[in-house]
């Protein structure tokens, strides 16, 4: 299937910047859009932003001009460079694949297993 690995993360003061980073693996045939989600404790899961495979990015209201998303189609990587980062940034964040796979040609969602991103004030 689809595997996706985060790296980055961790702790960081108010207004600072941090960079996270996902990478998919597997019998990948194509993935159409890679993003971010986050879920703070208490909380539902939330997008935080996403890229499609043709270069079209999304961002949740909350995070727009601070956080900036690019994806390596060839690669099959995508990036989260976060900016100004505040308490309220706070939470779990998930890397997310809707791809289809070699053995599975079915759009399927995939998750990574989440990297804990902590914003003291």
């Known amino acids: 299937q689809v595997q996706l690995v985060e790296s980055g993360g961790g702790l960081v003061q108010a207004g600072g910047s941090l960079r996270l980073s996902c990478a998919a693996s597997g019998s990948i045939l194509s993935i159409n859009v890679m993003g971010w989600y986050r879920q703070a404790p208490g909380k539902q899961r939330e997008l935080v932003a996403a890229?499609?495979?043709?270069?079209?990015?999304n961002y949740a209201d909350s995070v727009k001009g601070r956080f900036t998303i690019t994806r390596d189609n060839a690669k099959n990587t995508v990036n989260l460079q976060m900016n100004s980062l505040k308490p309220e940034d706070t939470a779990d964040y998930y890397c997310n694949a809707e791809a289809r796979s070699y053995r599975d040609l079915r759009l399927r969602t995939y998750w990574g297993q989440g990297t804990q991103v902590t914003v003291s004030s």
């Open positions: 890229a499609t495979s043709g270069g079209s990015t």
